[in-house]
């Protein structure tokens, strides 16, 4: 049983670019959750999904980010016209019920 | 203030020593994680509580739900050790986690 895959490991991108982080959970987990790092500080929540659906985005900043779990595929984490400030490291993590299982994490650089 | 602290932020030790990193929290929690990441590494579970007491190998991750307060413990620490140790916790049954900023920790030889 695999662990959570994420990719890329690492993602460049210029200013104004379009990021895309992919997320595939634990086989059998459903419930899916995006995190980001920044440089020098904790982790901090962005968004909580389940297939189809997002159940909590309260930690999302309010433009330019958007997340998606569809039925089939991974999770996407999709950052529109990045900016420098966009730079962490993201990380996914997938539960079936109560423990989450944390990804390698993809770390973003926007030159 | 933030609802998870941890303390130390910083913890320097010899191989060998016995190791506490401590964490308070202000909200009710649902469970309690302790996490390790290695540097520009990926996040490992190490324990997941709720109450009580567990162990694994030389890693130890007690709760007192009363006191909002949990503690990991490493005994005969070892270079291999060293990491950043994150406390974090959960609200709700299948709710986001809410991290505290990590105590990073360095083990000598």
């Known amino acids: 049983n695999a662990g959570v895959m994420q990719n890329p490991r690492h993602l460049v991108r210029r200013r104004g670019q379009e990021a895309r982080l992919r997320c595939s959970p634990m086989?059998?987990?459903?419930?899916v959750y995006w995190y980001r790092q920044l440089p020098e500080e904790g982790l901090k929540f962005m968004v909580y999904l389940q297939k189809e659906n997002i159940i909590d985005e309260s930690g999302m900043p309010k433009e330019r980010f958007s997340a998606e779990f569809p039925k089939e595929g991974p999770s996407i984490l999709r950052i529109q016209q990045v900016v420098r400030g966009d730079s962490a490291a993201y990380f996914c993590?997938?539960?079936?019920?109560?423990?989450?299982?944390f990804g390698p994490g993809t770390r973003l650089t926007v030159t | 203030k933030n609802e998870v602290e941890q303390s130390p932020q910083n913890l320097t030790a010899q191989e060998g020593e016995f190791i506490t990193i401590n964490c308070s929290y202000s909200?009710?929690?649902?469970?309690l994680h302790w996490l390790q990441q290695h540097p520009g590494g990926g996040i490992v579970s190490l324990f997941m509580l709720s109450s009580g007491k567990k162990k694994h190998g030389r890693l130890i991750a007690t709760i007192n739900i009363q006191e909002k307060h949990s503690s990991l413990h490493i005994t005969a620490s070892h270079p291999r050790d060293s990491a950043v140790y994150i406390c974090a916790v959960r609200i709700g049954s299948q709710g986001n986690l809410i991290f505290g900023k990590g105590t990073k920790l360095s083990v000598k030889p």
């Open positions: 909200v009710g929690i649902s469970a």
């Open positions: 086989k059998g987990h459903s419930h």
């Open positions: 993590a997938s539960s079936s019920a109560d423990e989450q299982y």
